[in-house]
């Protein structure tokens, strides 16, 4: 079968690959629609999860589709079933560093288990939609790292895949005074279709100004800070750390969930005056059945901007870098 695989940096290929088999505790996917994530752009850079690696490197990790095959230890699971893949669950690291990626028209999940790496989807709920669990799951659980409340205001830097399930976690939540800002107008109009309030683009708008104008003003020794209360850094830009920082509120909390590989300044001074929480936010809440329950309560299909067969993978990978562009890049293997 064909298999998108990393071979080094900005060397990503079709590859001609071995059929998979499942083993006594496994399950064989069809794969059916996957996303092309932020972290398989930076992979590419990179060679690697974290720099080039002896061999080939499958991608894909946001995905879904319907199992094949089983093997003859696993229960719960039967064949036909339509099911979404967490990719990182059971010892599994599918499409981040593991043996096995979704860019594929099958995929191995090892040590298969219903409601741990494989969770049963609705008929109504096509898998493309399905497929957007995983990057929900990540934008949810920077949510969760914000302990943001309804009825109160929140910011969200960057409206990428990440951002936008930030926004719409936040608004299915009760928290719908939300802000988005970005560089890209198409991804802010994504993020007024998910919920957001306001959208704010940097050298358009004044954004802090913009920010205090919209959330109030609370004031500290004398200076106007934002009234936001939760934050998620979903940009990657370097210098919105220390912005938010800077002008955030006493007790306001921040999560950080953009992959930021150089050293940000500090200053533990603000950090200290203003009683900030600030937190890290690391792949997917506790419970991954709370991203397919928001899925149903909630059309995120706006996020799905564009759609490719495998084969034009490629082409697929330039529109998803364009962020002028793209939204959520599908592949249909």
């Known amino acids: 079968m064909k298999q998108v695989r990393l071979h080094g940096p900005e060397d990503v290929r079709i590859d001609e690959v071995p059929e998979p088999e499942a083993g006594p505790r496994d399950a064989l996917v069809r794969v059916a629609a996957c996303g092309i994530c932020g972290s398989d752009l930076g992979y590419i850079r990179l060679g690697g999860v974290a720099g080039p690696t002896r061999r080939p490197l499958p991608l894909g990790h946001e995905l879904a589709g319907v199992i094949e095959q089983i093997g ?5 699971l039967a064949v036909g079933a339509r099911v979404v893949v967490h990719p990182g669950a059971e ?3 599918i499409g981040n560093g593991g043996p096995e990626g979704g860019f594929a028209a ?3 999940v090892r040590n298969a288990v219903a409601g741990g790496n494989l969770f049963a ?3 109504a709920l096509p898998f493309e939609h399905a497929a957007l669990a995983e990057p929900l799951g990540v934008g949810m659980n920077a949510v969760d790292r914000t302990d943001a409340r309804r009825g109160e205001k929140a910011v969200v830097f960057g409206a990428g895949s990440i951002g936008l399930a930030a926004v719409a976690t936040l608004v299915d939540r009760g928290v719908e005074d939300v802000i988005a800002v970005d560089l890209s107008e198409r991804r802010l109009a994504l993020a007024r279709e998910l919920g957001a309030r306001a959208t704010l683009r940097p050298g358009h708008d004044d954004v802090w100004k913009s920010i205090r104008s919209l959330h109030g003003e609370a004031s500290l020794l004398g200076a106007a800070m934002a009234g ?3 934050y998620v850094e979903a940009s990657g830009a370097p210098s919105v750390i220390g912005e938010i920082l800077a002008h955030a509120k006493s007790e306001a909390r921040l999560a950080v969930v953009a992959l930021h590989r150089e050293p940000i300044p500090v200053s533990f001074l603000l950090l200290m005056m203003k009683q900030l929480t600030v937190r890290g936010a690391m ?3 506790a419970d991954f059945s709370q991203t397919l329950a928001l899925l149903g309560r ?3 299909s706006p996020l799905i901007t564009h759609r490719f067969p495998l084969e034009r993978f490629p082409e697929a990978l330039a529109v998803a870098r364009d962020a002028h562009v793209a939204g959520k890049v599908m592949i249909q293997p």
């Open 72 to 76: 003859r230890e696993v229960t719960g």
């Open 91 to 93: 010892g599994n690291r």
């Open 106 to 108: 099958r995929l191995l």
């Open 121 to 123: 989807i609705p008929d």
């Open 228 to 230: 936001s209360d939760a």
């Open 283 to 285: 792949e997917y809440p």
């Open 298 to 300: 909630r059309d995120l």
